[in-house]
């Protein structure tokens, strides 16, 4: 069946050092991907999405890659802050096009800067 | 207001309880989506309304039942919990269109324990 699930639990980073967190799908007609961000005590919060079609979207210190042929998708953050520290949630979103869409998230990440 | 509220932030309830869980938004979203998420675990779809009008149910136990009275409230009505159903219940809501992604808000969650 469909699936999106990450490669790494736990990811522990020096401050100001790149963070690279990575998923995997496995069979997927989704139209985005995108990755959440999860606060102890909080809900997620959105980050950065790529459609389906594209390879690579960059933000403010972060960038989305997606490689459609091994079916990966990775988000990169730059200069990485204690403030980053959070769960991250990879998610596959389908459907909407006038009706509400369905939102499937992956198995997570913890990131832990060090200082 | 850019903000998806959820009442009450705690509860815990008995197996023979009733109590409900309101979520509140006020962005003018059309869609608004129930979701369970247990300890370190990733969210988990539980319904979607879009319109008011229910149009999806992950196969929820009938103890969970949704309602959604105008296009800014969500309730979640519970009766006969489990204890196995406690876990953080976040509500989210969003835009209806098409060849956006229109991303989720999210709600803070209400963290439900049941004894």
């Known amino acids: 069946g469909e699936s999106v699930g990450l490669h790494l639990p736990t990811l522990s980073v020096q401050e100001g050092d790149n963070s690279i967190i990575n998923c995997a799908y496995s069979?997927?007609?989704?139209?985005?991907f995108i990755w959440y961000k999860q606060e102890s005590g909080k809900g997620p919060q959105f980050i950065i999405d790529?459609?389906?079609?594209?390879d690579k979207r960059q933000g403010q210190r972060v960038t989305v890659l997606l490689n459609k042929t091994v079916k990966h998708l990775s988000l990169q953050i730059a200069a990485t802050q204690p403030g980053d520290s959070a769960v991250y949630f990879c998610?596959?979103?389908?459907?909407?096009?006038?009706?509400?869409?369905?939102?499937?998230f992956g198995t997570g990440t913890r990131l832990q800067v060090t200082l | 207001d850019t903000e998806v509220t959820q009442t009450p932030k705690h509860l815990v309830m008995g197996m023979t309880n009733k109590k409900s869980l309101k979520c509140e938004q006020h962005?003018?979203?059309?869609?608004m989506y129930w979701y369970k998420q247990k300890a370190k675990k990733p969210p988990e779809l539980m319904f979607v309304?879009?319109?008011?009008?229910?149009?999806i149910n992950e196969s929820v136990p009938s103890r969970f039942s949704p309602e959604c009275p105008n296009s800014s409230l969500l309730n979640l009505h519970l009766h006969a919990l489990q204890p196995e159903d406690s876990a953080l219940y976040l509500c989210?809501?969003?835009?209806?269109?098409?060849?956006?992604?229109?991303?989720?808000?999210f709600g803070s969650g209400t963290r439900l324990t049941v004894v």
């Open positions: 962005m003018g979203h059309r869609a």
């Open positions: 309304y879009s319109y008011e009008k229910l149009s």
């Open positions: 998610a596959e979103k389908k459907g909407g096009g006038g009706t509400a869409s369905k939102l499937t």
């Open positions: 790529i459609r389906s079609n594209m």
């Open positions: 069979n997927s007609a989704s139209d985005y």
């Open positions: 989210a809501s969003s835009q209806i269109g098409q060849g956006e992604n229109y991303g989720y808000t």
